[in-house]
C-alpha cells in the first residue's frame, strides 16, 4: 500500500490547515501521526473500520475524515498553534494493532 500526503504548509497561529493522504488501495486502519524536531513521534487521530480516535492535545481542534471511495484520508486542523509544527505522517495497515504497517512520506506543517 503506498500512502501520500499532502496539504501541509505554513500558517499562523489560530489558522487552519487540511491534511490529505492517498492510500493507493483501501485499507481498513489509518492514522495521522506527527513528529517535531527533537520529540517523540505522537498519535495525532485515526480511524479504525468506522470509530474515529483523537490525541488528548488536539481534540476538539482537529477532525479526522475518511472517503472510502477516494481511499483518502483527511485531517481538517483548527485553531493551529505552535506546538502543532511538526512532520506529520499518515500511516494504515489491515488492523487497529497493525496501523503503522505502511507509512506515507510525510508533509510539513508549520505555525508562526
Known amino acids: 500500500v503506498q500512502l501520500v500526503e499532502s496539504g501541509g504548509g505554513s500558517v499562523q497561529a489560530g489558522g487552519s490547515l487540511r491534511l490529505s493522504c492517498v492510500a493507493s488501495?483501501?485499507?481498513?486502519?489509518m492514522k495521522w501521526f506527527r513528529q517535531a524536531p527533537g520529540k517523540e513521534r505522537e498519535g495525532v487521530a485515526g480511524i479504525v473500520g468506522g470509530r474515529t480516535w483523537y490525541g488528548s492535545s488536539v481534540r476538539g481542534r482537529f477532525t479526522i475524515s475518511k472517503d472510502n471511495a477516494k481511499n483518502t484520508l483527511y485531517l481538517e486542523m483548527n485553531s493551529l498553534n505552535p506546538v502543532d509544527a511538526a512532520m506529520y505522517y499518515c500511516a494504515a495497515g489491515p488492523t487497529g494493532d497493525k496501523c503503522d504497517t505502511y507509512w506515507g512520506q510525510g508533509t510539513q506543517v508549520t505555525v508562526s
Open positions: 488501495e483501501y485499507t481498513y486502519c
